[in-house]
């Protein structure tokens, strides 16, 4: 089953729920506010799916702007940005899906590549 990590009042991430509905796709939904993957996972999603670092935050969000984050950016270790990420899910681009086994990876949504993916 998949595991999405969201933000329910996101119409993004609403957007991602109502296709998998229609699809029939079955999965558990994480408020990201209250439930982040783990700082391992973090790493390992880093290092499987091979992507920068920077694409697994909401570089468009409040909090990240509220931070600063884009002036610190090149300075934060992966270890710091990783914490970040875990301790502050509004940080995270969402929706958030990924499945090491089945080798998917899915960051915010664009109907294509999540049917692509999941169809």
Known sequence: MLNIYEYPACTTCKKAKKLLTEKNIEANYYNVKENTPSEEDFEKILNTFNIPLKKLFNTSGNLYKEMKLKDKFDTLTVKDAVKLLHENGMLIKRPLVYD?????????FKEEEWEKALL
Do not use: K
């Open 100 to 108: 090491f086994e089945n080798d998917i990876l899915l960051l915010g």
